[in-house]
């Protein structure tokens, strides 16, 4: 099972988009692949104010992810811990991937020709640290949270 | 090799502290300073790591080989280009004396370095951005309590209730501020927001009011009058700090909340609603005295206004209110040495008239928009030299095309910036200055409730054929002759020097990047603050006898904003979270995010026009246009138009931004001398703009 989330505390969040590059820095990525995107409906008064909420959108890492499967390579993969993520060595840029995903989420990165999604920045969580998105959120709206079973 | 290097956020004037994590040369990490902003950084600071790529920025110095404008350069090395600047300055001083040379910055914490080279060179034209930026507040603030804008800090986080009257706090991003506002949200606090659209703070405000463009002062003034009327004021604090009450009172009487509803084109309930509401949350209520208000004619006296309404609520020096920022003397530490301590002031009179002709301006940077006067007209003395640093006055100031008619007086200009800003395409040489995580700054103060030194570090070393502003004045001060008022070599000698007097070393900052004068916050007795205002009489003043000696009333009796004819409507200018105005448009990460600015205009309005969402539509001043896509909305005022600030720039070698978007301040025709006498700042929004939908919009396609 999913071991970790991102969550949006929608009170909090000021939609200044500023995750959408601290991932982007942080995973060096050229001009094309967002991997993370705050989005918003539009405003509506509500008492006297017009208001939207803010959403936070990145890869689902799914229970049962479309994507794996289909990859040709193996690249795709689910860690025990529910991180769904791609192995740029085995990856050949495909995207079969992109196409069995409902959401389209993972992007071709145009520097390297491969295929590029959210994977909480693994390589962060593994040395006890949190996602760049997080980390460093403005307003500390973003949290990563850790699924516990009851 | 890893290594973590202290620095500053360069990529808006906020200066955000950071942390650089470093590898193998090359920046790795860029988060806010865990000590101070828990890592928290917003999109422009991470978008560093883009701008220390891009190679769009100037590589060395250049010296022009056209025409000015032309984009002609002919790149030199650094000597040919100071030896090139130092004989210029020279000829100038000789022929029409060092005061002829004017130099301008940013503001902000460095800006005494500039002002110590512009002294040392002999002129007392020192100057900043400040008279198209904050100029009336800081006026405003000097006329109420003596001291500057930043004569206080403001306690948001643990007020009840904070006022913003257009100051879109949440997309003109301060990290510290923005977390201090949701935590204000996140502990019940009200937010109410005045504008002429909603904004990203206005989608946060428990209250809303949008107003008629141009009619903050009858607002305030309507405020005024009802909470003197509800009694919702602290009359104990009013009786013990201040002058002027009742003539204040009198002169607001006229003002009634019926009447300030009616001009603004609010419903007066909703006013007397949030008077009475304030009334009960004194003084944990904080308005906002603005910050960008170089917008209307009577924006000095809303500011002014903003001001009394905090001293009203007695929310100074309190918990949830205003408070006094404390210097290193409260911590009983000695200050930072500053460049400008050796340095005698010039003492001929300022060009821009400020300290003579205007007496009641502040005579530190004046205003920068009046040497165009003396450039034009020779008056009071000409102006033959202009050094901007890290300043971009044609994306700042009015009217581009009147800036460069007066700028053609000129036999000297220089740009100091690590980017190539529209000035410094037109100017004469540009020096570039090495960007924030290429370059050391000197050490800064930054005063609060637990004041601190701070220091940017250089994370990477240059990519280009660039220096540090402190390295490039050092040189251009040796070719001068007066390299020995700055005796130094290195960085570490320069912040050694700035610390002898304080006994730290630059050691000392190594842990966290910064050193905290106090562990504890210092608070002043709030029974006790007789001679903390600066004001003549030692009191906050209501009515400033200075000002009303000078002819200048406290309070100018209010004249109603005209009406734009039909077709026309008042452009109004705002920021984004993800620019800073200009410095970012061609970032490629936030060109990305944000490729160019649209066109707000009110749904009614457009629907009348023909013209949808998404159309493209020109905006026309009287010989200036721009051609953007529209955005349409009912969350806008009709007779106002807004767009983002900072777009529409012509420098051919960023290509990115290269004619992306519309330029506001182009068409901003004639208002580059149209100035609040009174608060010494431009009136930017006392524009009409034609706007229709272009002939761009195809029809249909007649091309295969």
Redesign the interface.
């Known amino acids: 099972m999913n071991k970790y989330m991102l969550y949006l505390n929608a009170?909090?969040c000021?939609?200044?988009?500023?995750c959408?590059?601290?991932c982007?820095?942080?995973k060096d990525l050229p001009?094309g692949p967002?991997l993370c995107e705050i989005s918003h409906e539009p405003?509506k008064s509500v008492k006297?104010?017009?208001?939207?909420e803010f959403l936070f959108r990145s890869c689902y890492h799914c229970e049962d992810p479309y994507c794996v499967p289909i990859c040709p390579t193996g690249a795709m993969k689910k860690r025990e811990d529910g991180i769904v993520y791609i192995d740029q060595e085995l990856c050949i840029g495909c995207m079969a991937c992109a196409g069995a995903c409902p959401w389209t989420i993972p992007q071709i990165n145009p520097a390297t020709g491969k295929a590029v999604k959210c994977d909480y920045c693994m390589d962060r969580v593994d040395q006890g640290l949190k996602p760049a998105c997080v980390?460093?959120?403005?307003?500390?709206?973003l949290k990563f949270v850790a699924l516990q079973e009851i | 090799m890893e290594k973590t290097v202290w620095s500053m956020c360069g990529m808006c004037s906020v200066r955000c502290p950071i942390k650089v994590e470093v590898e193998d040369g090359k920046v790795r990490w860029i988060e806010g300073n865990p000590h101070i902003l828990k890592g928290s950084l917003c999109a422009k600071g991470s978008a560093g790591v883009a701008l220390h790529k891009d190679p769009e920025r100037p590589q060395q110095p250049l010296i022009r080989s056209g025409g000015r404008g032309a984009g002609k350069w002919e790149p030199v090395s650094w000597y040919t280009a100071l030896d090139y600047v130092a004989e210029k300055i020279e000829k100038i001083k000789e022929k029409y004396g060092a005061k002829s040379i004017v130099m301008s910055c940013r503001g902000g914490p460095w800006q005494d370095l500039i002002k110590a080279f512009c002294y040392a060179i002999g002129s007392p034209n020192f100057t900043n951005h400040d008279s198209a930026c904050g100029r009336n507040v800081h006026h405003a603030s000097k006329s109420v309590y003596g001291l500057g804008r930043k004569g206080f800090i403001y306690d948001i986080a643990n007020a009840e209730h904070l006022i913003c009257f257009g100051r879109n706090l949440l997309a003109s991003l301060r990290v510290a501020e923005a977390n201090q506002v949701m935590d204000m949200l996140d502990n019940g606090g009200s937010l109410t927001y005045v504008d002429v659209r909603q904004t990203l703070t206005g989608i946060k405000a428990t209250r809303f009011f949008q107003v008629r463009p141009g009619t903050d002062y009858a607002l305030a003034l309507g405020m005024i009058n009802e909470v003197i009327k509800q009694e919702a004021y602290d009359k104990d604090f009013v009786e013990k700090y201040t002058v002027g009450f009742d003539q204040m009172a009198e002169f607001v009487e006229p003002y009634t909340a019926d009447w300030a509803a009616k001009e603004c084109g609010i419903k007066v309930k909703k006013l007397k609603d949030f008077v009475n509401e304030i009334g009960g949350q004194r003084p944990r209520v904080i308005f906002h005295p603005g910050w960008m208000l170089s917008r209307y004619n009577d924006s000095f006296y809303a500011s002014r206004c903003l001001h009394i309404l905090n001293v009203l609520m007695g929310n100074i020096e309190t918990e949830g209110g205003q408070l006094f920022p404390k210097t290193p003397a409260d911590c009983g530490v000695k200050g930072l040495r500053t460049f400008s301590s050796n340095v005698p002031k010039p003492e001929e009179k300022r060009a821009d008239g400020v300290g003579w002709k205007y007496k009641h301006f502040d005579k530190g940077p004046g205003l920068f928009h009046l040497y165009y006067e003396a450039m034009a007209t020779g008056e009071p003395y000409p102006i033959k030299g202009l050094i901007c640093y890290r300043h971009d006055p044609f994306t700042c100031f009015p009217d581009v095309a009147a800036q460069k008619e007066a700028l053609d007086n000129c036999e000297l200009l220089v740009s100091i910036d690590t980017h190539y800003s529209e000035f410094g395409w037109y100017s004469d040489v540009i020096l570039p200055e090495s960007m924030y995580l290429e370059r050391e700054t000197p050490i800064a103060t930054q005063k609060g409730l637990k004041p601190r030194f701070i220091y940017r570090d250089r994370a990477v070393d240059p990519r280009f054929n660039t220096k540090p502003s402190w390295e490039i004045l050092k040189m251009l001060a040796d070719r001068l002759g007066f390299g020995d008022l700055f005796p130094f070599h290195t960085a570490e000698d320069m912040w050694n020097w700035q610390l002898e007097p304080t006994g730290y070393t630059i050691e000392d900052f190594q842990e966290k990047g910064f050193v905290s004068l106090t562990d504890t916050p210092i608070m002043y007795d709030r029974e006790d603050l007789e001679g903390r205002f600066k004001t003549a009489s030692g009191k906050i003043e209501f009515i400033n006898e200075t000002l009303e000696g000078l002819g200048i009333p406290s309070f100018k009796p209010y004249e109603s904003p005209k009406k734009p004819p039909k077709g026309r409507f008042r452009l109004v200018f705002g920021r984004s979270p993800v620019h800073a105005h200009s410095h970012t448009i061609n970032n490629p990460m936030l060109h990305e995010l944000f490729p160019e600015n649209t066109l707000w205009i009110n749904k009614r309005i457009a629907t009348r026009l023909g013209i949808n969402d998404g159309d493209w539509v020109d905006v026309i001043g009287d010989s200036q246009m721009g051609t953007i896509r529209a955005h349409v909305t009912e969350f806008i005022h009709p007779e106002a138009v807004y767009t983002v600030h900072g777009f529409g720039r012509q420098v051919p070698l960023q290509s990115r931004a290269y004619h992306a978007g519309m330029s506001d301040q182009k068409l901003q025709e004639g208002l580059l001398l149209h100035m609040d006498e009174a608060g010494g700042g431009l009136c930017l929004c006392e524009k009409f703009v034609t706007v229709r939908r272009s002939s761009r919009n195809p029809r249909r396609r007649v091309e295969l």
């Open positions: 009170k909090r000021i939609g200044c988009h500023g959408e590059i601290h982007k820095a942080n001009v967002i405003l006297g104010v017009p208001k939207t980390t460093k959120c403005t307003t500390r709206a």
